[in-house]
């Protein structure tokens, strides 16, 4: 694995840029489509979008979660350190039914937005006063700027997953999400692969194309 970083105003500004981009699909959908299945097994576009906000409730957290420890994982290893747990997929069925569970307690999807829209201006003020700083997440320390790129993937992935109605995430955030998987699997991805293309593959949202039996030890990866 190859280590990965990512200075503090880089990463505010590559997260807020695609913050606004997955806002900005969330809403692109109508209600009736939000409940259509999105690229996650067992989601809908609307379970994505609550997952997206719960997530960020707790980011929001995190911004004032300053600790004095030397960061111990960096934007790729945060990852790794989930990866090492490999139960088979039948062990992620409670989560997704608890996500599912929790995107119906909204009386409708509008309401969801709404709740996604109220977070994202929390985050904004968070992120406005967070300073560079190390941060504890997780039971992780890592730098402020490495913590933020990890949810520059989580929105770039998640907006992809809303399918290709949703748009495009940021051309910065790709590149992030690029580099992430790259990092991780300690290969170069074929530089004819766009990166919306290289993050669709390498996390297992398209097969692997003709001529890349070389990647298959080392794809798709979860994240």
Not at 114 to 139: E, I, K, N, S, Y
Not at 181 to 199: K, R
């Amino acid at each position: 694995m190859r280590p990965l970083h990512y200075d503090h105003s880089t990463a505010v500004e590559l997260l807020l840029e695609q913050t606004t981009e997955f806002v900005r699909a969330a809403g692109s959908f109508s209600e009736y489509d939000l409940l259509g299945a999105s690229l996650v097994h067992g989601w809908s576009r609307l379970d994505v979008v609550v997952h997206v906000r719960a997530g960020l409730e707790e980011m929001v957290g995190v911004c004032a979660a300053l600790v004095d420890d030397a960061p111990d994982h960096d934007a790729a290893s945060y990852w790794s350190s989930f990866a090492d747990v490999d139960d088979g997929p039948d062990a992620a069925v409670p989560a997704i039914l608890w996500m599912r569970r929790t995107a119906a307690a909204y009386q409708r999807p509008s309401g969801a937005l709404r709740h996604l829209t109220d977070v994202v201006g929390t985050g904004r003020l968070a992120l406005a006063r967070m300073p560079d700083h190390a941060v504890l997440f997780q039971a992780k320390a890592m730098t402020s700027g490495d913590f933020l790129a990890t949810w520059v993937v989580e929105l770039a992935v998640h907006q992809l997953d809303l399918g290709a109605d949703a748009g495009h995430p940021t051309a910065g955030s790709l590149g992030v999400v690029r580099r992430t998987v790259e990092a991780l699997a300690d290969a170069d991805l074929p530089a004819d692969w766009d990166d919306e293309e290289a993050a669709l593959v390498a996390l297992g949202r398209r097969p692997l194309p003709e001529g890349a039996g070389h990647l298959a030890g080392a794809l798709p990866l979860s994240l």
